[in-house]
């Protein structure tokens, strides 16, 4: 049976200002989202500002609507979010070895440390063509677009988080006799989690740019193909909508890590 924990009045006073605290901010947030959409819909219904530019958050709503009993809105929401899921993961987990492998050797992290500068600079949109070349026109130019965006960010922040280790901790474990695999595995990457969690979290954004630049060039269906489309038939209700969606998948995706990294530090406080 698990043990209640007893905490002093002074912690529970502390803990029930801190539930307060997160209650007023949830509700901060809703309220200014509802109080955007509410103006939004004001200014526009008034005729302050033409609704065929601007949209609104009913014009948004009644497209979203038509496209869902033509039965294609679930369709063009699974593409997108399956080939950023998709070039997310491969993202991280080639960026996480490859940051790995730099710290291992620090002679091949000083012979690749320029190139990766340098790649992390260049404007991944300027390869599409050779993205359509090599890849195609499919979902797999798309994924590669992802994983290009984003792989060398998840490798400079992982291999700045792996570089950071305490030096007083690892001169300790050396004098220890540990191996550098028991240096890796327990010290660099317990001391990196933080910084894995913080990764997470902009691969998500840059994951979802990648996608959308990938849509914009060579797609057929997604939600970035419906951003496209909507502006070349001036429906710009479309547009809006199509960006509404992907601003709560976005969130959707954002959260889970946020999620993640309170498992994490759960795990890691036991």
């Not at 130019?141 to 290009?148: G, K, N």
């Not at 193909?225 to 429906?235: A, E, N, R």
């Amino acid at each position: 049976m698990k043990e209640k924990k007893i905490y002093s009045k002074e912690h529970e006073l502390y803990l029930k200002k801190c539930r307060k605290h997160a209650i007023i901010v949830w509700v901060s947030r809703v309220g200014l989202l509802a109080l955007l959409l509410g103006l939004w819909e004001l200014v526009t219904a008034c005729g302050w500002v033409d609704p065929f530019i601007m949209s609104s958050p009913s014009r948004i709503a009644k497209t979203i609507g038509s496209l869902y009993h033509e039965g294609t809105l679930f369709y063009h929401i699974g593409v997108t979010l399956g080939e950023t899921i998709a070039g997310f993961l491969i993202a991280v987990v080639l960026g996480v070895s490859i940051a790995l492998a730099l710290w291992w050797s620090e002679t091949l992290r000083k012979v690749l440390e320029p190139y990766i500068v340098v790649l992390n600079a260049l404007p991944k949109i300027a390869l599409g063509p050779l993205i359509i070349i090599w890849f195609g026109t499919g979902s797999k130019a798309i994924i590669f677009m992802t994983v290009l965006v984003g792989l060398i960010v998840a490798i400079m922040h992982m291999l700045a988080a792996f570089c950071a280790t305490d030096k007083n901790k690892l001169l300790l474990m050396r004098s220890m006799g540990a191996s550098k695999w028991q240096i890796l595995q327990k010290l660099v990457i317990p001391s990196a989690l933080p910084a894995f969690t913080s990764m997470l979290k902009v691969a998500v954004g840059m994951a979802w740019i990648g996608s959308i630049m990938g849509e914009y060039i060579v797609s057929k269906a997604g939600l970035g193909y419906l951003i496209v489309y909507g502006g070349q038939v001036f429906k710009l209700d479309l547009v809006m909508s199509a960006t509404f969606l992907l601003c709560l998948l976005a969130a959707g995706m954002y959260f889970l890590v946020v999620l993640l990294e309170k498992i994490l530090v759960k795990n890691t406080e036991n």
